[in-house]
């Protein structure tokens, strides 16, 4: 669902962490508002109007992002996390802390496991990899 009139209608008063996806190869466009006026009257039109009594635009910032596609000279990589809503709804019982199956790892890794441990592959000697790395302790990737 797009469009001012319905975006009017819920704004965003804060942001929060959730399950998003974000695919490779893809263009995700935003438009963010600052917002004036009473948003108890009604928002008309396709465009949010710059003034009046109901709620209006005072301000907008347009962002684009374009993710690179796989396979290129540079990827990145984001892994899941277990605390997410998704997660639980996948695999019901499941304990952020523990024992994972290999269908959790699966999920959880998004493709980071195979893209780390194929580029290390690639490793000669001599050979240093640096990172951004967040509790790296994966024994697979350490060896």
């Not at 003034?51 to 796989?70: D, S, W, Y």
């Not at 990589?77 to 802390?97: E, K, M, S, Y």
């Not at 780390?116 to 967040?134: D, K, Q, V």
């Amino acid at each position: 669902r797009t469009g001012w009139a319905w975006a009017s209608r819920r704004p965003i008063r804060d942001l929060k962490w959730g399950d998003y996806l974000v695919e490779p190869g893809t263009e995700y466009r935003y438009t963010l508002y600052a917002l004036g006026g009473d948003p108890a009257l009604p928002a008309e039109g396709a465009d949010p109007p710059t003034e009046g009594p109901g709620p209006h635009a005072l301000a907008q910032v347009a962002v684009r992002v374009a993710t690179p596609t796989k396979g290129g000279a540079h990827e990145v990589h984001f892994n899941r996390g277990v605390t997410g809503q998704r997660f639980a709804r996948l695999f019901p019982g499941a304990r952020p802390q523990g024992a994972r199956c290999p269908e959790q790892w699966a999920w959880l890794s998004r493709g980071l496991e195979e893209a780390l441990l194929g580029f290390i592959s690639t490793a000669g000697a001599g050979w240093a990899i640096r990172g951004a790395l967040y509790e790296a302790h994966y024994m697979p990737a350490l060896r």
